[in-house]
């Protein structure tokens, strides 16, 4: 068995020969497909990272007075990404993104808006 390190979600997370006597059938074919998964995982949360601060500065104004839609924020972002050929991903993740950038939801008015980002007008073409 490899000896090794990765960074996983608690952070940096060690396997070593250990692991097989913790876990007898458990094969270096097991461990590398986990840790191919991970990074892949990492990997894409980093693009979708890079997508959403592109389309923040884009498309967006940050003043902490303003909010937006849910619904209305996606969409943009959705439009933002077919124009570039992006995948935008599910409404979930593009919330886990929008959440990791430091901007915060809540309800008002029956409906989820975020605090402190609001829509730029489109530009008329």
């Not at 250990?18 to 990074?39: F, K, N, S, V, W």
């Not at 601060?53 to 839609?69: F, I, K, P, T």
């Not at 008015?109 to 489109?122: C, P, Q, S, V």
């Amino acid at each position: 068995m490899t000896s090794g390190s990765f960074i996983g979600r608690h952070g940096l997370v060690r396997y070593t020969e250990q692991l097989g006597h913790r876990y007898p059938r458990t094969g270096e074919c097991e461990i590398r497909a986990c840790l191919r998964y991970a990074r892949q995982g990492a990997e894409e949360r980093a693009e979708r990272r890079a997508r959403l601060a592109r389309v923040v500065d884009e498309r967006c104004l940050l003043m902490a007075s303003m909010h937006a839609g849910s619904t209305e924020l996606f969409t943009a972002y959705e439009k933002w990404c077919a124009a570039e050929r992006e995948d935008a991903g599910t409404p979930t993740a593009f919330a886990t993104a929008m959440k990791a950038k430091g901007f915060e939801n809540g309800k008002s008015n029956g409906r989820m808006r975020w605090r402190g980002i609001g829509l730029a007008a489109e530009d008329a073409e």
